[in-house]
Structures are given as structure tokens and as C-alpha cells.
T-cell receptor, first 111, second 122 residues
Framework: TQLLEQSPQFLSIQEGENLTVYCNSSSVFSSLQWYRQEPGEGPVLLVTVVTGGEVKKLKRLTFQFGDARKDSSLHITAAQPGDTGLYLCAGRSSGTYKYIFGTGTRLKVLA | GAVVSQHPSRVICKSGTSVKIECRSLDFQATTMFWYRQFPKKSLMLMATSNEGSKATYEQGVEKDKFLINHASLTLSTLTVTSAHPEDSSFYIC??????????????????FGEGSRLTVL
């Protein structure tokens, strides 16, 4: 069974601080996605990474896919209260269309 | 972008009854849809892969007779929770796999999620 472990599980920080969320697995993924989910809603896709070592930026968010395609990180610069939510990574192995979700990181940014 | 709609968004039912949740891709055809279950403050757990015109593929530990999935058309998949019990109360989310084309077919495997359906079994 594939496992995608995210760390930390919970994070509460002050507005303006930086943070990094990690997504780790022993499995190799052909692609990895990051989502943010608000309570009572479906997840919203932030980014998809497919190449080992790939770095993508989305405004204050920086996503990196590990060289071996087993891990990924999400870095948020100058966090804002609007960044509050559940962050989920999801990996897809080659030969399958299904994504397995990570354990999740709940972020709260205090004003 | 691609839109996936779930209905109902909230449902309350009595123990022992069956509940059907619909997942529709509104502006694209989805040969593959996925059903997830999410417990409060937890991540999404993949329940099954729904394939149009064929039987669903269930993940280990998911009772296929309990959670009936039907994908009768390219835009609709349904999840029926049969003989529901309070422990079936959860947030159920569907997603449809989209295909991006740019000249040639490029499948990024992007998932488009529905809004989710909250089931409460009394």
C-alpha cells in the first residue's frame, strides 16, 4: 500500500511568517499534485509536478518535486490568513490513473 | 475550467435506508471518476475507481456491496450507500479525470473535484 506522509500535521503561524510542508513516500510517482481544501468543500488543485527536481512557483507558493520523484515540498512565503486550510499532496504511480492522497497538513495563519 | 457537480450536497437519512449520491461532469466527458471518503479533519481516502461502461474497481477494505457504484454514462457516476448505518456518516467526494490537449493529447491526470456530499445517518 502506498503511503504519503505529510509533515507537519498541524501548523499555526503568524501572518508574515514562512513555512514549508513536506510530502514523503517510499514509492516513486509519475506525477504529484498539491491541493488546498476549505471546510465543507472539495479540494482545489494548486499545482502538478511531473519531472524530478522540478520547481514551480505560484505567487507566494513554491513547489518542488524531489529528484527521485518520491517526495515533494510546498513552501509559502509571507503567509496570509487567506492561506489557512488543509493542504494535501496526492501522488500517481505510472500505469495507473488514480491518485493517492497524503495524510494532510492543516495550516492556520493568524492575523 | 472543467466543472464537476455533486448532488446532494447534504443528506440526512435514517439507519437502514439507502442513499444515492450523484457526480456529474458538466462540460467534459469523463471515462474515469473516483470516489473518496473523508472523515472530519482527515485526508481523502480513495474508495473506488469508476469506469464508464464497466465495473468499478474498489480499494482494499471497501465493501463493494455496501458502496454500489454505477458509471452508466460519460458524464455521470453514482455512489449508493446501501443499508446505511451511523458509521457511514462522512463527507463523500468524487473527482473526474480530465485530459488536457495541446496539439497532441497530453494527459496530466488532473483531477476535477466535486463539491462533496455530507452524509449523516441517524
Amino acid at each position: 500500500t502506498q503511503l504519503l506522509e505529510q509533515s507537519p500535521q498541524f501548523l499555526s503561524i503568524q501572518e508574515g511568517e514562512n513555512l514549508t510542508v513536506y510530502c514523503n513516500s517510499s514509492s516513486v510517482f509519475s506525477s504529484l499534485q498539491w491541493y488546498r481544501q476549505e471546510p465543507g468543500e472539495g479540494p482545489v488543485l494548486l499545482v502538478t509536478v511531473v519531472t524530478g527536481g522540478e520547481v514551480k512557483k505560484l505567487k507566494r507558493l513554491t513547489f518542488q518535486f524531489g529528484d527521485a520523484r518520491k517526495d515533494s515540498s510546498l513552501h509559502i512565503t509571507a503567509a496570509q490568513p487567506g492561506d489557512t486550510g488543509l493542504y494535501l499532496c496526492a501522488g500517481r504511480s505510472s500505469g495507473t490513473y488514480k491518485y493517492i492522497f497524503g495524510t494532510g497538513t492543516r495550516l492556520k495563519v493568524l492575523a | 475550467g472543467a466543472v464537476v457537480s455533486q448532488h446532494p450536497s447534504r443528506v440526512i437519512c435514517k439507519s437502514g435506508t439507502s442513499v444515492k449520491i450523484e457526480c456529474r461532469s458538466l462540460d467534459f466527458q469523463a471515462t474515469t471518476m473516483f470516489w473518496y471518503r473523508q472523515f472530519p479533519k482527515k485526508s481523502l481516502m480513495l474508495m473506488a475507481t469508476s469506469n464508464e461502461g464497466s465495473k468499478a474497481t474498489y480499494e482494499q477494505g471497501v465493501e463493494k456491496d455496501k458502496f454500489l457504484i454505477n458509471h452508466a454514462s460519460l458524464t455521470l457516476s453514482t455512489l449508493t450507500v446501501t443499508s446505511a448505518h451511523p458509521e457511514d456518516s462522512s463527507f463523500y467526494i468524487c473527482s473526474a479525470r480530465g485530459t488536457v490537449t495541446s496539439g497532441s493529447v497530453i494527459d496530466t491526470g488532473e483531477l476535477f473535484f466535486g463539491e462533496g456530499s455530507r452524509l449523516t445517518v441517524l
